[in-house]
Nanobody, 124 residues
Framework: VQLQASGGGLVQAGGSLRLSCLVSGRTSGNYAMGWFRQAPEKEREFVAAISWSGITYYDGSVKGRFTISRDNAKNTMYLQMSSLKPEDTAVYYC???????????????????WGQGTLVTVSS
């Protein structure tokens, strides 16, 4: 399984950006996915997770501003980010589990695959 994240860039505070994560090499089974981020000199943190059927869960810091979604037919997951703040600046990573459990994704518990990361920079 391979994941490729894209869509990062430079945006002003208050702006919006949409990240995408394309999954390849996964031919069967339902699985949950999620987004994580790592700011400079900080540990990686959970952002949002989504089950195969579309059940979502967000970290409190992004709830109401970010929206996670997926298109299973296109093997793609998205993260629509709005009302961006400078503190949202980070490398964003997508991840996929081998099971359909957003709890496992939230805790990054032995996830099946990770994308390479895409940099989001929010200027003040």
């Amino acid at each position: 399984v391979q994941l490729q994240a894209s869509g990062g860039g430079l945006v002003q505070a208050g702006g919006s950006l949409r990240l995408s994560c394309l999954v390849s090499g996964r031919t069967s089974g339902n699985y949950a996915m999620g987004w994580f981020r790592q700011a400079p000199e900080k540990e990686r943190e959970f952002v949002a997770a989504i089950s195969w059927s579309g059940i979502t869960y967000y970290d409190g810091s992004v709830k109401g501003r970010f929206t996670i979604s997926r298109d299973n037919a296109k093997n793609t997951m998205y993260l629509q980010m709005s009302s961006l703040k400078p503190e949202d600046t980070a490398v964003y990573y997508c991840a996929a589990d081998r099971y359909d459990s957003i709890t496992r994704v939230k805790f990054a518990n032995d996830l099946d695959a990770w994308g390479q990361g895409t940099l989001v920079t929010v200027s003040s």
